[in-house]
């Protein structure tokens, strides 16, 4: 309820950004098949990251 006043953590905003990518290039993958796999490169680069800080 009171979400307001919570700070997102590093690692949720790299959840939410690998989130919007995936949704991006599900979008793009309909009209412009390239643009949609460099959105899926970044998506998958933000999920290396992902799993190296949650390894540490």
Same mark, same amino acid.
């Given at each position: 309820?009171?979400?307001?006043?919570?700070?997102?953590?590093?690692? &949720? %905003?790299?959840?939410?950004?690998? @989130?919007? +990518?995936?949704?991006?290039?599900?979008?793009?993958? $309909?009209?412009?098949?390239?643009?949609?796999? &460099? %959105?899926?490169?970044?998506a998958? @680069?933000? +999920?290396?990251?992902?799993?190296?800080?949650?390894? $540490?």
């Open positions: 309820m009171f979400n307001i006043f919570k700070k997102t953590s590093p690692l &949720q %905003k790299l959840y939410q950004k690998h @989130e919007q +990518l995936l949704k991006d290039a599900h979008q793009l993958s $309909k009209t412009n098949r390239s643009l949609s796999d &460099q %959105k899926h490169a970044e998958e @680069e933000i +999920l290396n990251n992902i799993k190296a800080a949650e390894g $540490k």
